[in-house]
C-alpha cells in the first residue's frame, strides 16, 4: 500500500473526505488500476455527498478491476443506495456476503438496505445473521432495534438499544436510535436529549441532525399530530403507502358522489372534504413552514441543511405572497387577492417537494416543473388584473391540472424511487 493510499484510510477512518479524496485522486494518478483507490475515492466522494454518480462510477471501476474483493462490492452498493437504487444496491451487497460470509459490516450494510426499502423481517433476520458472526457489532444491533421497533415490537427493540449502549456507550448512533424512540413515544424533549448526545459524539450523523430537527418540529403541537402520521406511514413498504394515498383520494371522490344523491348530507361531507382537504396540504408543507419557524431559533438554523435553509427561503416568499396578497383583499375588497394568495398557498406544495428526491436529475426535472407552475400562477394574476377572462380561466385550470398531477406523480415517482 502506498503511502499516499495509507494516509487516505486514516483520513476516511477520521472522516476527513476532502482530504482523502485529495490523496487517493493523487495515486491513483500513479496506479489507475488500483481498485481499492478507487472504492475508496467512491467512499470518500459520498462522504462529501457530492455527486453521487461520479461515487457509483469510480465504485463500479473498483468492482470490474477486482470482482473479488468483497469490499469493492460493499463500497458500490452503498454508493447506489445513496443513489436510491435500492434493487442493485441489494445485489451488491449480497455479492460481498457471498464473497466473505463471515463479515458483520457486509450483513449490516444488506440489513440498512432492507431498513431504507422497509422490509422489517428480512432486515430483522439479516442483522442477526451478522450477530451471529460478531456479537459485539453495534451497527447490527442497531440496525436489529430499527427492525424490531417498525415491526412493532417497541420494547423488544429498547432492551436491544440497552444491550448497545453496554457494548459502546459512545455510540453516536444508539444514541440517535434511543432518540427516535423517544419521537415514537412522544417524548419530544427526551428525544432531543440522546440526539444532542449523538451529535456530539458524531457532529456528521445526519440520521441524528434529521432526529433533532424533527425533535424541535415536535415542540409545535400541530405538527407534533402530524409527525404521528409521518412516523405510521414511513413503516410501510412504499407500495402501501401509495395505496394509502389512493385510498384517501378515493374515499374523497366517494363522499362526493354521496352527497350528489342525497344533499341533506352535505353539512356532514363538507366539513369531512375540507379537513381531508387541509390533511392533505399540510402533509406536503407541514415540515417546511415548521422549519421556516426554526430559523428563527438559535439551534433550530444550526440544524438545518444547507438545502434546507434554501428551500425556507422559496417558503417564506411563498408564504409572504400570500400574507400580503391576503391583506390586499381585505383592504380593496377584490378578488385578484384571494385568488393569488390561494396560489401562492399552492405553491407551496411543490416548492415543499422539491429537494424530497435523492436523484439528481429528478430534481431538476422537479425544479423546473415548480418554475412552469410559477409562470403559470403569475400569468393568471397579471391577466386577472388586467380582467382578460379569456386568457386568466383556462390559466388557472392549467394549474390546478399542474398541481393535481405534482401531488400524484410526486408520491408516484418517490414510492418507485425507493423501490428502485
Not at 479524496?21 to 488500476?33: M, N, Q, S, V, W
Amino acid at each position: 500500500m502506498s503511502d499516499s493510499i495509507h494516509r487516505a484510510v486514516v483520513l476516511l477512518s477520521q472522516q476527513r473526505y476532502d482530504l482523502a479524496e485529495r490523496e487517493l485522486r493523487g495515486a491513483l494518478a500513479e496506479d489507475p488500476d488500483n481498485a481499492l483507490a478507487h472504492a475508496w475515492l467512491a467512499q470518500a466522494l459520498i462522504g462529501q455527498g457530492k455527486s453521487i454518480s461520479e461515487a457509483v462510477g469510480e465504485a463500479r471501476t473498483a468492482v470490474h478491476l477486482a470482482p473479488d474483493i468483497a469490499a469493492t462490492h460493499f463500497v458500490l452498493s452503498l454508493a447506489l443506495e445513496k443513489q436510491g437504487k435500492l434493487r442493485d444496491a441489494e445485489a451488491a451487497a449480497q455479492e460481498a456476503i457471498r464473497l466473505e460470509p463471515a463479515d458483520a459490516d457486509f450483513h449490516a450494510r444488506l440489513a440498512a438496505i432492507y431498513i431504507d426499502a422497509c422490509r422489517w423481517q428480512e432486515a430483522l433476520d439479516v442483522a442477526q445473521r451478522g450477530l451471529e458472526a460478531d456479537p459485539t457489532h453495534v451497527l447490527c444491533v442497531n440496525l436489529r432495534a430499527i427492525a424490531l421497533r417498525n415491526l412493532g415490537r417497541p420494547d423488544a427493540a429498547g432492551i436491544v438499544l440497552e444491550s448497545a449502549l453496554a457494548l459502546d456507550p459512545e455510540s453516536a448512533l444508539t444514541h440517535a436510535n434511543r432518540g427516535w424512540q423517544e419521537l415514537e413515544r412522544g417524548n419530544p424533549t427526551e428525544a432531543a436529549t440522546h440526539f444532542r448526545e449523538a451529535l456530539r459524539l458524531d457532529p456528521e450523523l445526519e440520521w441524528a441532525r434529521a432526529g433533532i430537527l424533527e425533535a424541535l418540529r415536535a415542540r409545535n403541537l400541530p405538527y407534533r399530530l402530524m409527525l404521528r402520521y409521518f412516523l405510521w406511514m414511513s413503516k410501510l413498504p412504499p407500495n402501501v403507502r401509495w395505496a394509502v394515498v389512493v385510498g384517501g383520494f378515493v374515499m374523497a371522490k366517494v363522499l362526493d358522489a354521496i352527497g350528489q344523491e342525497n344533499p341533506s348530507l352535505l353539512p356532514i361531507i363538507m366539513p369531512l372534504r375540507f379537513l381531508y382537504g387541509v390533511f392533505v396540504y399540510f402533509t406536503w408543507t407541514a415540515k417546511p413552514l415548521v422549519n421556516l419557524l426554526l430559523r428563527l431559533d438559535p439551534l433550530g438554523r444550526a440544524v438545518l441543511t444547507p438545502q434546507q435553509l434554501r428551500m425556507t427561503n422559496a417558503v417564506a416568499a411563498c408564504v409572504g405572497i400570500t400574507v400580503l396578497a391576503l391583506a390586499e383583499a381585505l383592504i380593496f375588497q377584490e378578488p385578484i387577492g384571494l385568488i393569488t394568495a390561494l396560489l401562492s398557498a399552492l405553491m407551496l406544495i411543490p416548492v415543499s417537494g422539491l429537494f424530497s428526491a435523492r436523484d439528481e436529475r429528478i430534481r431538476q426535472g422537479v425544479g423546473i416543473y415548480c418554475t412552469v407552475m410559477a409562470a403559470v400562477a403569475v400569468f393568471v394574476t397579471v391577466t386577472l388584473a388586467l380582467d382578460i377572462e379569456a386568457l386568466w380561466g383556462p390559466a388557472l385550470m392549467i394549474f390546478v391540472y399542474m398541481l393535481a398531477a405534482y401531488v400524484w406523480l410526486g408520491n408516484l415517482i418517490l414510492s418507485r424511487e425507493k423501490r428502485d
